[in-house]
């Protein structure tokens, strides 16, 4: 069984950046694809990111094209999601979540009774 643990959340004001880090234990990250989702108060679980387990692959929810960056270090079995020119709207519950056999823009449908997920770190944008 594969462990998530998500860090690097935090209080920011809009316009600013954040880095979260998933950090996998329990089995080798190379052979996962890896994604980021976000759950804001009152809402349901949306996609956000994910990566191919060789980082060859990325695909992003629209919402993010340009501001957000997926990346992962096999070697030090991590996955980041960089976050730049960051909104209001950006507040919430950050979840990576780790798949196998799934390509990047199959993570965007992975539902939370599927794969392995971590228990997720706040951002809260600040206007």
């Known amino acids: 069984q594969v462990q998530l643990v998500e860090s690097g959340g935090g209080l920011v004001q809009a316009g600013g950046s954040l880095r979260l880090s998933c950090v996998v234990s329990?089995?080798?990250?190379?052979?996962?694809?890896m994604g980021w989702f976000r759950q804001a108060p009152g809402k349901e679980r949306e996609f956000v990111a994910a990566?191919?387990?060789?980082?060859?692959?990325?695909y992003f929810t629209d919402s993010v094209k340009g501001r957000f960056s997926i990346s992962r270090d096999n070697a030090k079995n991590t996955v980041y999601l960089q976050m730049n020119s960051l909104k209001p709207e950006d507040t919430a519950v950050y979840f990576c979540?780790?798949?196998?056999?799934?390509?990047?823009?199959?993570?965007?449908?992975?539902?939370?009774?599927?794969?392995?997920w971590g228990q997720g770190t706040q951002v809260t944008v600040s206007s």
């Open positions: 990566i191919n387990w060789s980082g060859s692959s990325t």
């Open positions: 329990g089995r080798t990250l190379s052979i996962y694809t």
């Open positions: 979540a780790a798949e196998r056999w799934y390509t990047a823009q199959d993570m965007a449908v992975l539902t939370p009774t599927r794969g392995s």
